[in-house]
């Protein structure tokens, strides 16, 4: 009644791995071997070893924001190749071709997934038909793409987007600055904040005056090559992920000539992580924790409870240090930090043990942050 054959399935599964967005480094390799054996009441040799190996790593592809084109003919977007083979630290161009319906304007997204997992990346696509007798003059110069004018818009700005990052429920500031790039004539501008959060972005106006003024839309007069400040607020009302844009329009020019219209897109999150330690002294400053019967040959301990009371998840690193203002790192054989770096949940905690073999003294930091910004860091 035994089966003649049967199936072994081997299940791997990667360590966790934490690293900045700047340090994947290499893929990992494991290696391993299943051997099969006899089972008997003698010595058990071995019928058939098979070799297993794994590799683990994160694959990040680098690609462009969004293409904006231009074509008199008809047609749709494609890309050229569909599929491609990319090594570590290689580059391959990808052609995307793009035929407008005559008198449209075509928007689609270009999907570049990476096989056989992810992760996923989407370019949009833009693509507007350009009529024979239409003006050089009459080109948004803001938009720069094959068939379009490449000048310097009249317009410039110094941040391209504004995320605020965490910010707990109340409001947070941050200024963007426009210059005026003629030489010749004053700019009007018109400014709109919508979206689908855009109860929580306001403009601040009035710098000057005692009563601040907030708003989500407004008027700018702008002389030639002028910086004017644009104060705008986050104020976060819930625990959650919120996003608008900033319209800015050029106002006051003839219908003939349509003025400059770009978008400022601006992101941000309600709630913080907040990070203490339980049951230490504290001082100005900082904690302090006792390592107890430190002698030379001994092993000490300590316990260090890592509470989170924020409303954000938190990644907390822990580093030992001999001299902070050299960043001198001490040697693990000295002090271990076990564990080093976790990722701790809101309101949870976490236990961190110190062990030292030396009478040495050293100094732990601990760097924290919210873990949703490391996460839309890495990304």
């Given at each position: 009644?035994?089966?003649?054959?049967?199936?072994?399935?081997?299940?791997?599964?990667?360590?966790?791995?934490?690293?900045?967005?700047?340090?994947?480094?290499?893929?990992?390799?494991?290696i391993?071997?299943?051997?099969?054996?006899?089972?008997?009441?003698?010595?058990?040799?071995?019928?058939?070893?098979?070799?297993?190996?794994?590799?683990?790593?994160?694959?990040?592809?680098?690609?462009p924001?969004?293409?904006?084109?231009?074509?008199?003919?008809?047609?749709?977007f494609?890309?050229?190749?569909?599929?491609?083979?990319?090594?570590?630290?290689?580059?391959?161009?990808?052609?995307?071709?793009?035929?407008?319906?005559?008198?449209?304007?075509?928007?689609?997204l270009?999907?570049?997934l990476?096989?056989?997992?992810?992760?996923?990346?989407?370019?949009?696509?833009?693509?507007?038909?350009v009529?024979?007798?239409?003006?050089?003059?009459?080109?948004?110069?803001?938009?720069?793409?094959?068939?379009?004018?490449?000048?310097?818009?009249?317009?410039?700005?110094?941040?391209?987007?504004?995320?605020?990052?965490?910010?707990?429920?109340?409001?947070?500031?941050?200024?963007?600055?426009?210059?005026?790039?003629?030489?010749?004539?004053?700019?009007?501008?018109?400014?709109?904040?919508?979206?689908?959060d855009?109860?929580?972005?306001?403009q601040?106006?009035s710098?000057?005056?005692?009563?601040?003024?907030?708003?989500?839309?407004?008027?700018?007069s702008?002389?030639?090559?002028?910086?004017?400040?644009?104060?705008?607020?986050?104020?976060?009302?819930?625990?959650?992920?919120?996003?608008?844009?900033?319209?800015?329009?050029?106002?006051?020019?003839?219908?003939?000539?349509?003025?400059?219209?770009?978008?400022?897109?601006?992101?941000?999150?309600?709630?913080?992580?907040n990070?203490?330690?339980?049951?230490?002294?504290?001082?100005?400053?900082?904690?302090?924790?006792?390592?107890?019967d430190?002698?030379?040959?001994?092993v000490?301990?300590?316990?260090?409870?890592?509470r989170?009371?924020?409303?954000?998840?938190?990644f907390?690193?822990?580093?030992?240090?001999?001299?902070?203002?050299?960043?001198?790192?001490?040697q693990?054989?000295?002090?271990?930090?076990?564990p080093?770096?976790?990722?701790l949940?809101e309101?949870?905690?976490?236990?961190?043990?110190?062990?030292s073999?030396?009478?040495?003294?050293?100094?732990?930091?601990?760097?924290?942050?919210?873990?949703?910004?490391?996460?839309?860091?890495?990304?």
């Amino acid at each position: 009644q035994d089966p003649a054959t049967f199936l072994v399935w081997v299940h791997f599964k990667a360590p966790e791995k934490y690293a900045s967005a700047g340090e994947l480094g290499p893929a990992d390799e494991f290696i391993a071997r299943v051997d099969v054996e006899l089972d008997s009441p003698g010595p058990n040799h071995v019928i058939f070893s098979v070799p297993l190996s794994a590799r683990c790593g994160t694959a990040r592809v680098h690609a462009p924001k969004d293409l904006q084109v231009s074509s008199d003919d008809e047609g749709s977007f494609s890309v050229t190749p569909e599929e491609l083979l990319l090594r570590v630290g290689e580059e391959q161009e990808i052609s995307v071709t793009f035929k407008a319906q005559a008198n449209k304007k075509c928007r689609d997204l270009l999907t570049i997934l990476v096989l056989p997992s992810g992760p996923q990346y989407e370019v949009t696509l833009k693509g507007t038909v350009v009529p024979e007798d239409y003006g050089k003059s009459a080109i948004p110069s803001a938009v720069a793409g094959p068939g379009l004018s490449k000048d310097i818009p009249p317009i410039l700005s110094n941040k391209q987007f504004i995320a605020w990052g965490g910010v707990t429920l109340g409001r947070a500031q941050q200024k963007l600055v426009l210059r005026n790039n003629s030489n010749n004539s004053t700019q009007q501008l018109r400014l709109l904040i919508r979206g689908q959060d855009q109860d929580c972005f306001q403009q601040l106006q009035s710098m000057f005056s005692p009563e601040e003024r907030l708003t989500r839309h407004g008027e700018l007069s702008i002389r030639p090559r002028e910086d004017v400040a644009v104060h705008l607020l986050f104020a976060p009302t819930r625990v959650a992920s919120m996003l608008a844009k900033l319209e800015i329009k050029q106002s006051g020019v003839r219908p003939s000539q349509p003025g400059v219209k770009f978008t400022i897109p601006l992101s941000g999150y309600g709630g913080t992580s907040n990070i203490i330690l339980e049951d230490q002294r504290k001082q100005a400053d900082s904690y302090v924790a006792t390592l107890t019967d430190i002698a030379v040959g001994r092993v000490s301990k300590v316990c260090l409870c890592v509470r989170n009371t924020g409303s954000r998840a938190a990644f907390i690193k822990a580093v030992a240090f001999t001299d902070m203002q050299t960043r001198s790192v001490l040697q693990p054989s000295v002090i271990s930090l076990a564990p080093s770096q976790f990722v701790l949940k809101e309101r949870t905690q976490e236990v961190n043990l110190c062990q030292s073999s030396s009478p040495l003294l050293a100094t732990v930091y601990l760097f924290c942050g919210d873990e949703l910004s490391r996460q839309q860091f890495r990304r």
